[in-house]
């Protein structure tokens, strides 16, 4: 916790750098000049802190990806920090840096009381299933040794998205609860993609879509816009999956300490390469043929998961993520206990 509070403490500080910075110095290159030394700590900041997976990977993903591809935009001009009519006051430019957050604008009414996190529309019923799948998928973990590896690899999956949906959810409700911001939507039912392009680019980590789409994938295809509006995207898009792949080795090299082998890389080269493949043959059909729903998501679905099991998910045991998630959880569950204990002492 020192460390955690200690690297949330310069990204604070940073944040403020950066905000009076901008006060004083118009956008483009001079303000991108004065904001690169907060890039560089954002990239350094996850390594001043000790391997826990949950506050370890949440603030790397946080900062150490999405708040810096924010500052870096904003430098520019650019971005969710740059797209107010008016400039954000400091708390509100603290948080939409540090979170995926959507600014809520005045035109646009409130949320509903009932309506949920970052634009899901699942309800409590669903994310106390999951709450119970993951307690439950935590003491399968028990008879992991007999598990098969490509079984295990499963739950990890199953394990990331879960823990993924409740993380944001809980976020969600409490940002809404102290303002008028609101987390940026997560998922979009990924098991339900009817293609790569549906996968990735509506429905799975859409806050990485967000952020790479205007760091990455705009630039791109004006970069080769010689090609033509249509062939300029097949660069663009494969450059957008070869950053996202470097960014997730960067995000494991944080979490491992370990030196990548590559194998997260070739997932995303592999799904960037087919996903571009893909989107030339939909262009060159034109809608005159289509596969069933059925059999598209059974397709869709498939590819991610013998890929994710061939390449992505191994990365999970080679750090021993699981096993170490596994100790944070019985952690907080003594440290619980010892907490109601000292407590019925005293009442």
Same mark, same amino acid.
């Given at each position: 916790?020192? *460390?955690?509070?200690t690297?949330? %403490?310069?990204?604070?500080?940073? =944040?403020? $750098? @950066?905000?009076?910075?901008?006060? /004083? !110095?118009?956008?483009?290159?001079?303000?991108?000049?004065?904001?690169?030394?907060?890039?560089?700590?954002f990239?350094?900041?996850p390594?001043?802190?000790?391997?826990?997976?949950?506050?370890?990977?949440?603030?790397?993903?946080?900062?150490?990806w999405?708040?810096?591809?924010?500052?870096?935009?904003?430098?520019?001009?650019l971005?969710?920090?740059?797209?107010?009519?008016?400039?954000?006051?400091?708390?509100?430019?603290l948080?939409?840096?540090?979170?995926?957050?959507?600014?809520?604008?005045?035109?646009?009414?409130?949320?509903? *009381?009932?309506?949920?996190?970052g %634009?899901?529309?699942?309800?409590? =019923?669903? $994310? @106390?299933i999951?709450?119970?799948? /993951? !307690?439950?998928?935590?003491?399968?973990?028990?008879?992991?040794?007999?598990?098969?590896?490509?079984?295990?690899?499963?739950?990890?999956?199953?394990?990331?998205?879960?823990?993924?949906?409740?993380?944001?959810?809980?976020?969600?409700?409490?940002?809404?609860?102290?303002?008028?911001?609101?987390?940026?939507?997560?998922?979009?039912?990924?098991?339900?993609?009817?293609?790569?392009?549906?996968?990735?680019?509506?429905?799975?980590?859409?806050?990485?879509?967000?952020?790479?789409r205007?760091?990455?994938?705009?630039?791109?295809?004006?970069?080769f816009?010689?090609?033509?509006?249509?062939?300029?995207?097949?660069?663009?898009?494969?450059?957008?999956?070869?950053?996202?792949?470097?960014?997730?080795?960067l995000?494991?090299?944080?979490?491992?300490?370990?030196?990548?082998?590559?194998?997260?890389?070739?997932?995303?080269?592999?799904?960037?390469?087919?996903?571009?493949?893909?989107?030339?043959?939909?262009?060159?059909?034109?809608?005159?043929?289509?596969?069933?729903?059925?059999i598209?998501?059974?397709?869709?679905?498939?590819?991610?998961?013998?890929?994710?099991?061939?390449?992505?998910?191994?990365?999970?045991?080679?750090?021993?993520?699981?096993?170490?998630?596994?100790?944070?959880?019985?952690?907080?569950?003594?440290?619980?206990?010892?907490?109601?204990?000292?407590?019925?002492?005293?009442?």
């Amino acid at each position: 916790m020192v *460390s955690f509070i200690t690297a949330w %403490g310069i990204v604070i500080i940073s =944040l403020c $750098y @950066t905000f009076f910075i901008a006060r /004083l !110095v118009p956008k483009g290159i001079q303000r991108l000049i004065l904001i690169i030394p907060v890039l560089l700590i954002f990239f350094i900041v996850p390594l001043l802190m000790k391997p826990s997976i949950h506050l370890l990977g949440t603030t790397a993903f946080l900062i150490g990806w999405l708040a810096n591809f924010k500052i870096f935009l904003f430098a520019l001009g650019l971005g969710p920090l740059s797209s107010n009519p008016k400039p954000l006051s400091l708390p509100i430019f603290l948080a939409v840096s540090c979170l995926p957050i959507k600014i809520q604008l005045s035109t646009k009414p409130p949320p509903k *009381s009932g309506s949920h996190g970052g %634009g899901s529309r699942e309800g409590p =019923l669903s $994310y @106390t299933i999951k709450a119970f799948l /993951l !307690v439950l998928l935590i003491k399968v973990y028990d008879y992991s040794s007999k598990l098969p590896d490509k079984a295990l690899l499963t739950l990890y999956a199953i394990h990331i998205y879960i823990t993924l949906e409740l993380i944001l959810a809980a976020m969600a409700a409490v940002v809404r609860a102290m303002s008028d911001l609101e987390l940026e939507p997560q998922f979009n039912e990924p098991y339900l993609a009817t293609s790569l392009q549906d996968f990735w680019g509506r429905r799975w980590n859409l806050m990485v879509t967000g952020i790479l789409r205007p760091t990455v994938y705009e630039p791109m295809v004006q970069l080769f816009s010689v090609l033509g509006r249509n062939w300029s995207r097949v660069p663009a898009i494969f450059g957008t999956f070869v950053v996202s792949g470097i960014m997730h080795e960067l995000i494991f090299f944080y979490m491992g300490r370990l030196r990548p082998d590559w194998k997260v890389m070739w997932f995303f080269l592999i799904h960037g390469f087919c996903t571009t493949v893909e989107i030339i043959i939909k262009k060159a059909i034109n809608g005159r043929w289509k596969l069933q729903t059925a059999i598209s998501q059974l397709l869709t679905l498939g590819f991610v998961i013998v890929t994710a099991l061939w390449l992505f998910l191994p990365e999970f045991t080679r750090c021993k993520i699981a096993d170490r998630a596994i100790e944070e959880y019985k952690s907080i569950g003594t440290v619980a206990a010892e907490i109601r204990s000292m407590m019925a002492s005293l009442f």
